[in-house]
């Protein structure tokens, strides 16, 4: 079996484990059959507490396989049932960090309906009739060399929403090449889940956890 890397724990009581997800490691297990997030996490519980057989980790919200950052995953049924109905109830509060091209508006919501084609694994812009509604507020913080460091609020939460809503604006991320990013360095692509808030399943204190800007490119310019 390869080695498995080692995952940065940031918070972890009997319930819950909030972890830092590096980049191009997949969420779950994929048709690639890399190593993935559940399995790390599954084998640190294993380890840690000294387990016989396997250990429970609950998916509860899901990071596209390029981009890293902040996750919370269950570490038993009942909490990744709460933190599920949270996520359902819009009471799970997600920010994110990007770069892209050009200089959009200072601040904005955008709005549009999305649908996705699973076999190409790709959304894009549809009519309300046919997409689901999908939403984001985002704030501008720096500008430099025509790209903008932006903070993004996921008001829901579709797939590849931040992409394809800023790429149809022509402000697509840097280092996103599915999305009309011209990626001649094959860097990867500037999108990072920089905090979380929810409500702790059992004690219901409410918990918001962050990480700081990324160390690389196309971040540390700003």
């Given amino acids: 079996m390869q080695e498995l890397p080692k995952i940065n724990i940031i918070y972890e009581d009997n319930h819950l484990l909030v972890v830092e997800k590096p980049v191009n490691i997949p969420v779950q297990e994929d ?40 996750m919370v995953f269950a570490k038993t049924s009942k909490a990744a049932s709460r933190l599920s109905e949270e996520i359902r109830n819009n009471t799970f509060h997600k920010t994110y960090l990007a770069v892209v091209e050009g200089y959009p508006s200072q601040k904005g919501k955008l709005e549009d309906y999305l649908i996705k084609n699973k076999e190409k694994n790709i959304s894009t812009i549809t009519t309300k009739e046919k997409g689901k509604y ?89």
Avoid: C, W
């Fill in 31 to 70: 048709i690639s059959k890399d190593i993935d997030m559940i399995t790390i996490l599954k084998n640190y519980r294993i380890k840690k507490e000294k387990k016989k057989g396997d250990a429970y980790i609950g998916l509860v919200h899901r990071l596209d396989r390029p981009v890293g950052g902040i």
């Fill in 134 to 222: 999908s939403a984001l507020e985002y704030q501008v913080l720096k500008e430099k060399d025509h790209l903008s460091l932006i903070k993004i609020n996921l008001i829901t939460g579709r797939s590849h929403q931040i992409r394809v809503q800023f790429s149809s604006r022509n402000h697509p991320l840097v280092g996103d090449t599915k999305y009309g990013h011209n990626n001649n360095n094959n860097i990867n692509i500037a999108l990072f889940a920089e905090s979380i808030t929810f409500t702790h399943p059992t004690t219901k204190e409410p918990l918001t956890f962050a990480l700081n800007k990324p160390n690389r490119y196309p971040f540390n310019i700003f």
